[in-house]
């Protein structure tokens, strides 16, 4: 029997609740991962997105907050999507969604992961999923197709970058990590993203796009490595 390939997939929030939950998205992505998952293992890490953003926004209104409250929030946001996407995929994910990504369960074909704790975006939290289920390719799944050199919702004339390697998204993204931020990638996670040596894949919403990558076909997006 082949051994299936892991593939570790951050479902950024922005495209589980872009303002409501989007369920065509979901309706696709529960498909996709059901046509493939004789081929590949999945392990699916949600984000917070403006779910978590609007709670931190609206916390932080009332009261003095400092980076580990916001935190929470955020994790706590991750968690609610995590639930979701584990009702979805209830007969073939194991059986509940893991919040630690250094501890190693077994699985078949699908396992949910939500955020971890302080201190760590879930865009981190998939990069050590990949270090500890040995996978060598991150998928980064947003609302944005394309790697740009700056915020495209803000330049208009931001050029997009096909492909890089991690010290040009190093450029990109900064050093510091920032509870909320909205960057391609969080910089914690490029930091540990260069010490494995990960493959980190960007294609946007787009899941027939996807399945030209899991394909091994030519598909819209950006390669980091």
């Known amino acids: ?30 498909k996709l991962v059901r046509d493939y998952k004789d081929k590949y293992k999945f392990i699916l890490i949600t984000g917070g997105g403006s779910t978590a953003r609007e709670y931190q926004k609206a916390a932080d209104s009332v009261a003095e ?4 409250d916001l935190d929470w929030l955020g ?17 073939i994910a194991y059986s509940r969604f893991i919040k630690n990504p250094g501890k190693k369960v077994k699985f078949d074909n699908v396992l949910i992961a ?17 270090e500890t289920y040995n996978s060598e390719t991150v998928v980064n799944m947003t609302n944005i197709e394309y790697l740009y050199e700056k915020d495209p919702t803000i330049y208009k004339n931001a050029k997009k970058i096909e492909k890089t390697d ?11 990590w920032v509870p909320g931020m909205n960057t391609p990638f969080d910089p914690e996670a490029v930091k540990k993203g ?32």
């Open 166 to 176: 991690w010290e040009g998204l190093k450029s990109i993204v900064g050093e510091k």
């Open 75 to 91: 994790i706590h946001a991750t968690r609610l999507n995590a639930h979701l996407l584990r009702t979805i995929f209830k007969d």
């Open 1 to 30: 029997m082949v051994k299936k390939k892991v593939i570790i997939i951050s479902v950024g929030g922005s495209v589980i609740v872009p303002d409501d939950i989007d369920v065509g998205f979901l309706k696709e992505l529960n």
């Open 194 to 225: 260069v010490k494995l040596g990960l493959k980190l894949v960007l294609v946007g919403n787009n899941l027939h796009n996807f399945r030209k990558f899991l394909d091994g076909k030519k598909f819209k997006g950006s390669i980091v490595e």
């Open 114 to 130: 939500a955020g971890w704790k302080p201190g760590f975006s879930t865009d981190y939290d998939a990069v050590k999923l990949a």
């Open 65 to 68: 907050l400092d980076a580990e």
